[in-house]
């Protein structure tokens, strides 16, 4: 066949966590020969049950009348209202459910159209237009930007700041770079971050609103990893508690995280009406909304009292895995690392005998079947660190250090 694909999905690259995957398959025979079967530290996925309340919820619904016909991409008013009162009950924030919400099919897909309703995609690279992005962050930003016709400019996470970088600096820097400032159409956070873990302060939220507003440009909050938290002074805020950042923002939920719902598929996207109503617009044309029973169980455990011990218990057994795996990674001689205050991930400097983090994770899955990801696939700031995410079992966890110390990943 001639060469008839679009030339930004032709430099598309599988999905890092896919391709993963995709290797581990193949390989599995032969590490499990050798005793090695893979242990899973890369996915971001609680490998626990959901709240048995919501799989309950969502048996019931399937008996329901007129259950089984589309929905809206919109989402089911009784979804909104949930998602709304979620949002009061959990920040104290007032949202409209009719104008400031909208369901998604998880935030992965919410993102992807998020962007495509801000770039007018070029091919041109000097009429692209410029989100800006965390980096090192979630793997996808920077790929559905480019499938889009556009630019992901990398803004670096560093400690240094606390990994809350001046967005005016940011901005000269972009600048001093060669791109033009009128370009860019939005700022993209996370916070909690993947992978580092990082939290953000209400402050901070609040200057990243100013800026936007100054700038003219849309603040999209990832929020995803909201109710993972392991400290309550610390407990993730939503960017609506700053006054004001309906004007500028919307921010992303997911079910996935807090609720081991990740193949559910279930999410919602709040905030300013305007972009709201031009995100429907879109999904209006792409897709047909969320199956009415997933939403009405979904609906059901967000403002639940089960639904918030459930989220209490994951965070006390993700707590004592962090606690388990830092002992891990002292005894193997890892000095230089934080123990986050959120997320359920490691952000680690690899061993300095290897060259690069492919080098390093490749060989530890190669020789000890423990499956971790390399930190470029986070951004160009993420080369010479690997992540690791400790959602398996405590047993699972214990037997990757082991192994570790068996075959000698030692930090030097
Ligand atoms: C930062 C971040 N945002 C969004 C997502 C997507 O989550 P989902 O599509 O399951 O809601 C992930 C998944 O790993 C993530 O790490």
Known sequence: ????????????????????????????????????????????????????????????????????????????????????????????????????IHSLIGSKEGLANIIRILLNPS?????????????????SYKEMIKVSGGIAYSIP????????????????????DGFNPKKVKALLINYPNNPLGATATLEYLASVVSFCKKHGILLISDAAYSDLYFKDEL?????????????????????????????????????????????GKLKSTLDSGIFKALQKAGAEVLNSKEGDEYITKANIGFRKNQQIFAQGLKELGWQNFNVPDATFYFWLPIPPRYKSSVEFTDDLMHKSGVIVVPGDAFGKYGEGFFRVSIVCSEEKLREAIQRMKDDGFYFN
Do not use: H
């Not at 690279?125 to 979630?138: A, F, L, N, Q, R």
């Open 235 to 279: 407990k993730p805020a939503s960017i609506f508690q700053v006054e004001g950042a309906k004007d500028v923002a919307v921010e992303f939920f997911s079910f996935s995280k807090p609720y081991a719902m990740t193949g559910w598929r279930l999410g919602w996207i709040c905030g300013n009406s305007d972009a709201v109503k031009m995100f």
């Open 1 to 100: 066949m001639q060469n008839i694909f679009n030339d930004y999905v032709q430099g598309l690259e599988t999905y890092v966590m896919f391709r993963i995957k995709e290797t581990v398959s193949r390989i599995t025979p032969e590490l499990t020969a050798k005793n090695r079967a893979p242990i899973s530290l890369s996915m971001g996925a609680p490998t626990q049950a959901p709240p048995k309340y919501v799989t309950e919820a969502l048996k019931r619904a399937l008996d329901e009348d007129n259950i089984n016909t589309y929905s809206t991409p919109k989402g089911e008013k009784f979804f909104r209202e949930a998602c709304a009162l979620r949002m009061k009950n959990r920040f104290g924030v007032e949202l409209n459910p009719d104008t400031e």
């Open 123 to 139: 091919v041109n690279e000097s009429e692209k237009e410029i989100i800006m992005i965390p980096d090192p962050g979630y793997a």
């Open 157 to 176: 996470l560093i400690a240094d700041d606390n990994y809350m970088p001046d967005m005016e600096k940011v901005m000269a820097n972009l600048e001093k």
